[in-house]
Nanobody, 122 residues
Framework: QVQLVESGGGSVQPGGSLRLSCAAS????????MGWFRQAPGKEREMVVD???????RYARFVQGRFTISQDNAKNTLYLQMNNLKPEDTAMYYC????????????????WGQGTQVTVSS
């Protein structure tokens, strides 16, 4: 069982920045794939970025170079640095993990956090 806890969300003005964190009960020893997802009101959940145990990353096109995923394996923590935030980035952001390789998951992760809210408005 992998437990995930997100933090770092909040309210910012357009152009602002936030750094989200995802603390995992196990990470390097139990997971092969981790990712960040988001879900806005009235929309389906969408992938923001994922990363495998080789450090390979896949970003959604809407990121447009503004976000960066990173990890601290010693702390079993995943991060999402978000810069130049836009109102359309407003959503609940979720961390996810799975013991399967990223290439076979197709969004169907076995483990999910409870989410952290990001609101971008003027």
């Amino acid at each position: 069982q992998v437990q995930l806890v997100e933090s770092g969300g909040g309210s910012v003005q357009p152009g602002g920045s936030l750094r989200l964190s995802c603390a995992a009960s196990t990470y390097t020893s139990s997971t092969s794939c981790m990712g960040w997802f988001r879900q806005a009101p009235g929309k389906e959940r969408e992938m923001v970025v994922d990363i495998d145990n080789y450090g390979r990353k896949r970003y959604a096109r809407f990121v447009q170079g503004r976000f960066t995923i990173s990890q601290d394996n010693a702390k079993n923590t995943l991060y999402l640095q978000m810069n130049n935030l836009k109102p359309e980035d407003t959503a609940m952001y979720y961390c996810a993990a799975d013991r399967r390789p990223c290439r076979v998951i197709d969004g169907q992760y076995n483990y999910w956090g409870q989410g952290t809210q990001v609101t971008v408005s003027s």
